[in-house]
C-alpha cells in the first residue's frame, strides 16, 4: 500500500511502464525504473523528482488516453513531486498553508515587510523616506545595516534549516546511504546533468509544451531562471564580503562586481520566470497537475518581482523614489526567502539529490555489465 492516492497511481503507471519499456531511451525515469521490479513510496518519490516534465513519454506512450490504461506519466509524476514537497516540508504543519494560499501568503509577506521598512522610516525621520541621496551608505540612512542584516539573517537561516531538514528527510525516505553524498563521481555527474538540464530534451529532440512539435523554451527559460538566482547569490555573497572585509559600504558603482552580477541575475529571474509563467499558461493540460498551480506561481511571483525591484532601485537610486523602491525590493526579498522550504524551489534540490543516486546506480549498473 502506498501512502497516497497519487503514489498509488504512479505505482500502477510505473508498473504498466516496466513492462513496455518503449520509453527506456526518453530520459533518466526509465532506466532507474527499470533497475526496480517492485516500488515502494520513497522509490515513486525518487523517479517524480528524477522526472523533468519533458512530456516525450506521454506523446510516445501507446497506452496514453483515450487508451483505456491511461497512461499518464507526467502529469502524474507532477502531482507526487507536489506532493513530496509537503511531506518533506519542515515545520509541516506549514506546508498546507503554502500550498492552498502559495501567492496570497508570499505576497502578504511581502508587503507586509515593506510596510514594516516604511513605519521604521516613518517613525525614525519622515523627511527621510523622499530624500534624495547620493553615495555609499545611503541605503542604510533609511534602515540601519545591523538592523537589516538581522532581519534578513534570520529569515534566511530559516530557509536554510528548512531545506537541510526536507533534503534529509527525502534523502532518508527515497533509501539511499549517506556515503553517496562524498562520492565525487556521481556528484559530478549529477552537477553536469542538472546545469544542463540534460533531461529536458525529450530524448534529443527537445520538450514538448502546447502540442506535438517539441522545442527548447522551456529549457532556455529555465536556464535563465537558474543562472539568475545564481548570480543575484553570488551578487549579495561579494557584497556581503566587501562590506565586512574591505569595510565598502553599498549602494557601488554601476561598474563594480555586485551591480554587474545583480544586473545579469535580475534580468535572468525576471524573463527567466516570466517565460516559464507564459509557456507554462499555454501548456497541454494532460501534462499538468492542476493542484501543484499556487506554489509553482507564487515562486516565480517572487523570483520576478525581486528581479523587478532590484532593478528598478538600481536605475532609481540616486531620486527620491529610492526610499520605497528599497522598502518593496526588501520585502520581496524577505518573502522568498520564507517561502523557498515549501514550494517550487525545493524540487531543484530534490531533483539534484535524484540524479545523484541515479548516477550511483548507473555507474553500478555500467560496472556490473563489464564484469559480466
Known amino acids: 500500500m502506498q501512502r497516497s492516492e497519487a503514489l498509488t497511481e504512479a505505482d500502477r503507471l510505473m508498473t504498466i511502464c516496466n513492462s513496455c519499456r518503449y520509453c527506456e531511451g526518453l530520459c533518466a525515469v526509465f532506466p532507474a525504473m527499470e533497475m526496480r521490479r517492485a516500488f ?35 502529469a502524474v509524476l507532477a502531482r507526487v513531486r507536489h506532493e513530496s514537497y509537503a511531506d518533506y516540508a519542515w515545520p509541516r504543519a506549514l506546508a498546507p498553508l503554502f500550498q492552498r494560499n502559495g501567492l496570497a501568503v508570499a505576497l502578504i509577506a511581502a508587503v507586509s515587510i515593506a510596510a514594516f521598512i516604511l513605519g521604521f522610516v516613518a517613525v525614525n525621520d519622515s523627511t527621510a523616506l523622499f530624500a534624495v541621496r547620493h553615495g555609499p551608505g545611503s541605503f542604510y540612512a533609511l534602515m540601519p545595516h545591523h538592523a537589516m542584516a538581522l532581519l534578513f539573517g534570520a529569515a534566511f537561516l530559516w530557509a536554510i534549516v528548512a531545506l ?14 549517506g556515503a553517496t553524498l562524498v562520492r565525487p ?35 532556455f527559460y529555465h536556464h535563465l531562471t537558474f543562472y539568475g538566482f ?4 553570488a551578487s549579495t555573497t561579494v557584497a556581503t564580503l566587501y562590506h565586512y572585509l574591505l569595510q565598502r559600504e553599498a549602494p557601488y558603482p554601476l561598474w563594480d562586481l555586485p551591480v554587474v552580477l545583480g544586473t545579469l541575475g535580475g534580468i535572468g529571474i525576471v524573463i527567466g520566470p516570466l517565460g516559464l509563467y507564459a509557456a507554462k499558461r499555454k501548456r497541454d493540460p494532460a501534462l499538468l497537475d492542476g493542484g501543484s498551480r499556487g506554489m509553482d506561481v507564487a515562486f516565480l511571483a517572487m523570483l520576478t518581482l525581486t528581479g523587478a525591484t532590484g532593478l528598478a532601485l538600481l536605475l532609481l537610486r540616486e531620486t527620491s523614489a529610492m526610499g520605497v523602491l528599497l522598502a518593496l525590493h526588501l520585502g520581496a526579498v524577505f518573502a522568498l526567502f520564507v517561502t523557498l522550504p ?13 540524479l545523484v543516486r541515479y548516477a550511483r546506480e548507473r555507474h553500478r549498473d555500467e560496472r556490473g555489465a563489464h564484469a559480466a
Request: aromatic share 12%.
Open 230 to 233: 545564481l548570480l543575484c547569490f
Open 185 to 219: 563521481r556521481p556528484l559530478l555527474r549529477a552537477i553536469q546533468d542538472a546545469t544542463t538540464l540534460r533531461y529536458l530534451d525529450g530524448g534529443g529532440v527537445g520538450c514538448y509544451n502546447e502540442d506535438e512539435k517539441p522545442d527548447d523554451i522551456r529549457r
Open 342 to 354: 515549501y514550494g517550487k524551489f525545493v524540487h531543484g534540490l530534490y531533483r539534484f539529490m535524484a
Open 164 to 177: 537541510i531538514i526536507g533534503i534529509s528527510g527525502f534523502w532518508k525516505d527515497i533509501g539511499e546511504p
Open 40 to 74: 515502494t513510496s520513497g522509490d515513486l518519490n525518487y523517479l517524480a523528482n528524477l522526472c523533468h516534465s519533458c512530456g516525450a513519454c506521454y506523446v510516445d506512450c501507446q497506452f496514453s488516453p483515450p487508451h483505456e490504461f491511461d497512461v499518464r506519466v507526467p
